[in-house]
């Protein structure tokens, strides 16, 4: 049996003979791209029934179908983590989604802070990068991208119980340890500031938020998308999924 | 006094009312892109003599003169942690190298493994990265970029006392933790395996070196440049500069 090399996210539901078409996006990387023709394999995974072995069951220039044949891996959700950022150049927010993804955030909420350029972002490409990064990762979940929001009204709104740690470039050589209280288990959030950091009015309101968790990311000053994964990984093996 | 914006890396010894001459280069930059003029101030760090406040004593086109006022930060060195990575494509390899110097590695060592496409690096492009990321992040350290070497190699010839973490896509799921007698100050180096991992021989020699330490990186498989940043991270955190 040949070994399936390429993983495919698809929208339809996934299950034993459940036959899956393809639009022509996905046909012309499958056939035209990837050279996969009837028969061979291909893993998909859809966010919710976990990852399926499924053949090409017809090939064409402007679409096909798939029909997935056995589970090759249960759904696996990532821990209920949240990673807000505030969009910098465009490079390195496509970065920053896509380590979000491969990290294991369950959702990316980008923010709009005081020191904040971006006025919009392309929610339907970073939802893409999110999409690829999972279809990289061997993840069976892809995280949602939010719309653009300001950081004060996400704050104001903020749900009770979701725990939020934020790192503080002023802080910078202060402790990296998350400590006091951790339940696994909760619901988390992680803020990744601007470059050029925090306005001294935000770091105040911040601070003195009841569920806010002020950490330092080691004595150097981190671009947003290394302080995305360096925050990520603490998160993950103090909390997460990586124990 | 002015509030110095621009961190410039030279190479001459820094101090008390030390000149130091600009080359052609790096006069464009200051005068021609940043705009800078005579009395304008500038941060200078040379890797060894801390951070020192210059102001411009001369701008010309083609060459400039700064001269050093007062030191505003004292020399400091990173672990002596080195980043051992297997070269990918050109884009994320200059990534891995801008994240080696942001998380404070020493040296940083391209290798060739088995499974590593690369020939060849541009040596000089990747430290003139370094530069730039030590630059922006504050630090005064730039870490050495070496030629390319192959892994084998590197390791027949393994320094006595230095301890090898790395980073092995086949435990995905396992522990993330460095255990077992990890004395502080200690040299260290980190290893990141080529997309497509190692192969099976390489595998079993890293698992048999007496100094070697496998440890996972959660259960997704992280691309090489995130998973350069979390080994950093989890390094820094267990035994680095980060405590």
């Given at each position: 049996?040949?070994?399936a ?5 698809v ?7 459940q036959?899956?078409?393809?639009d ?10 990837m050279?996969?023709?009837?028969g061979?394999?291909?893993?998909l ?27 090759t891996?249960?759904?696996?959700d ?9 969009p910098?150049?465009?490079?390195r ?7 979000a ?13 005081d020191?904040?350029?971006s ?6 490409r ?6 690829e ?14 719309a ?6 996400l ?8 725990q939020?740690?934020?790192c503080d ?59 995305a ?9 103090a909390?997460?999924?990586?124990a």
């Amino acid at each position: 049996m040949k070994t399936a090399k390429i993983r495919l996210y698809v929208e339809q539901p996934l299950g034993q003979g459940q036959t899956v078409p393809l639009d022509r996006d996905q046909a012309h990387y499958l056939f035209g791209v990837m050279r996969q023709g009837a028969g061979d394999p291909v893993l998909l995974f859809n966010g919710t029934d976990g990852e399926w072995r499924a053949t090409v069951a017809e090939a064409g220039k402007r679409g096909g179908l798939l029909r997935a044949e056995e589970q090759t891996r249960e759904q696996r959700d990532p821990p209920d983590l949240w990673l807000l950022f505030a969009p910098i150049k465009k490079a390195r927010t496509d970065f920053i989604v896509e380590k979000a993804a491969e990290m294991g955030a369950a959702r990316i909420l980008p923010v709009q802070t005081d020191f904040t350029n971006s006025e919009r972002i392309r929610q339907d490409r970073l939802q893409a990068h999110a999409i690829e990064a999972a279809e990289q990762c061997g993840g069976t979940f892809v995280p949602e991208v939010c719309a653009l929001q300001k950081l004060d009204r996400l704050i104001a709104g903020w749900p009770a119980g979701r725990q939020l740690m934020f790192c503080d470039e002023a802080l910078a050589g202060g402790s990296s340890a998350l400590t006091g209280g951790l339940a696994k288990g909760a619901p988390w959030a992680i803020l990744i500031g601007p470059e050029g950091g925090f306005s001294e009015a935000e770091r105040t309101r911040l601070h003195a938020l009841p569920f806010a968790h002020a950490i330092a990311l080691g004595p150097r000053i981190l671009r947003a998308d290394t302080a995305a994964v360096a925050a990520m990984t603490l998160w993950q093996q103090a909390l997460g999924d990586w124990a």
